[in-house]
């Protein structure tokens, strides 16, 4: 949206959750942030984004995610909008009333953007997309704002972490989708081999209080740190010698993204679509998914 500023469009975004430690859009990139509260008005929300989208004269709708996109269908639908975009994030796996939804709204949508041709693929064969309205859009990153602007034994004074230490760093929402049990199995493994390194989980999620039960029951409670969310994830990363990401799923990872324009090597599980990123022992590592003993490697 950044961008789309910079090329003299007027782009806004439109939010309808309030959400911990968000970003400041307007701030920090200029973009327009319209709040919309929604819980508990589904109807009367699609009806007021219905009459903003009308009145701002918006030319083109995009709905970025699962929910949003039904949202947009609706209300762009009501608001007389013909260009109306769905948006899928990961390889697409709605269920139930969400999947009954897209694929009742996809024949009135202008088409889908996605960030990965494996979310391309997936996307047509569940709902027979023609592959002219799936349009691949990767994920834009600030290479700046994560190019090193300190050592790497600054960055572990500023987060409390040992000078010396070998430091192994995952980046997730702690949910399902993130497999983080995977990363446990993986630090515990590399403990019973003696290996000297420290583990930090960054995020939050429904898993939070599981998983740091699962690393006491690992005998992980002095090698594994969940450090919740944090605003400073570059330095978190400048600090750290490997970044893991064990999902199951993804679209583009963002955290794989940020972890090499950060210049820290890269393992990741072999999640369709991985290899739009990582060429396997070039820039990075892939091993199989639920491969503990691959990953520890």
């Keep these: 949206m950044a961008g789309l500023r910079r090329l003299g469009c ?24 319209v709040f919309m509260p929604k819980k508990g008005r589904r109807l009367a929300f699609i009806r007021q984004l219905a009459k903003y989208l009308r009145e ?3 030319d083109i709708v995009h709905g970025f995610m699962d929910m949003p ?20 994030r990961v390889e697409y796996d709605g269920t139930g009333l969400v999947k009954l939804a897209h694929r009742l709204l996809n024949p009135g949508l202008a088409g889908w953007i996605v960030n990965s041709k494996a979310s391309a693929q997936r996307l047509g064969e569940v709902f027979d997309i023609r592959p002219d309205r799936i349009h691949v859009v990767y994920n834009g990153l600030d290479v700046q704002r994560f190019e090193p602007r300190m050592s790497r034994e600054q960055a572990r004074q500023q ?9 192994v760093t995952i980046v997730a929402r702690l949910e399902p989708q993130k497999n983080h049990r995977m990363f446990l199995d993986m630090a515990a493994e590399l403990v019973r081999r003696k290996t000297a390194a420290r583990f930090l989980v960054v995020g939050d999620g429904s898993l939070g209080q599981q998983l740091r039960q699962g690393a006491n029951e690992r005998g992980l409670s002095d090698t594994v740190s969940f450090l919740g969310n944090r605003p400073n994830v570059e330095e978190i990363l400048w ?9 199951n799923y993804e679209g583009l990872s963002n955290v794989l993204l940020e972890s090499m324009a950060s210049g820290v090597p890269v ?13 396997n022992g070039e820039t990075g590592f892939v091993v199989r998914r639920g491969d503990v ?3 520890a490697d």
């Design 293 to 295: 003993s691959g990953m």
């Design 10 to 33: 007027d782009a806004e975004l439109i939010y309808y959750n309030h959400v911990e430690n968000a970003y400041e859009p307007e701030r920090e990139f200029g973009v327009r942030p």
């Design 267 to 279: 393992v990741a599980t072999d999640f369709a679509g991985v290899e739009e990123l990582i060429s």
């Design 69 to 88: 996109t039904v949202y947009a269908a609706l209300a762009g639908r009501l608001a007389g909008r013909r260009a109306v975009f769905g948006g899928v």
């Design 56 to 58: 701002r004269d918006f």
């Design 239 to 247: 600090a750290t010698d490997v970044s893991v990401l064990t999902s």
């Design 159 to 167: 987060i409390g972490v040992g000078i010396n230490d070998s430091i």
